[in-house]
């Protein structure tokens, strides 16, 4: 399974960022070969507007099958949902820790965005 993840910093020692479309990384970690790739995401987190649906976007086309991440708004939570990719919110720590939570199944699928729109 292919994992995105919103970082502040470049590798799994950063802390996880809370914010989806406004993120200053995104981490793609592949739960099955353990590879690691890193995109810098600060064209979408200086955005005027449409951070979240954008972010959505490149994590499809990078191909990831779920997102973890602090928070996610409307508009992002529902390009995510139409892409396929699972979301799951709610986690905090590491990129690591976040995504050792997940492997342990102690985060829970997100059925709705937690935030309002550019929180």
Do not use: C
């Not at 406004?22 to 810098?40: C, H, K, N, P, Q």
């Amino acid at each position: 399974m292919k994992l995105a993840l919103t970082s502040q910093g470049g590798s799994l020692q950063s802390p996880l960022d809370p914010r989806f479309g406004r993120a200053g990384y995104l981490i793609l970690f592949d739960t099955e070969t353990g590879a690691v790739s890193v995109l810098d995401n600060s064209f979408n987190a200086n955005a005027a507007q449409g951070a979240g649906i954008q972010t959505a976007r490149k994590i499809a086309e990078l191909g990831a099958d779920a997102l973890i991440t602090g928070h996610v708004g409307p508009k992002a939570f529902s390009a995510l949902q139409a892409a396929g990719i699972k979301i799951y919110t709610g986690a905090s720590g590491t990129v690591a820790e976040s995504i050792e939570q997940f492997k342990a199944g102690k985060l829970q699928e997100a059925s709705s965005a937690d935030v309002e729109g550019h929180w």
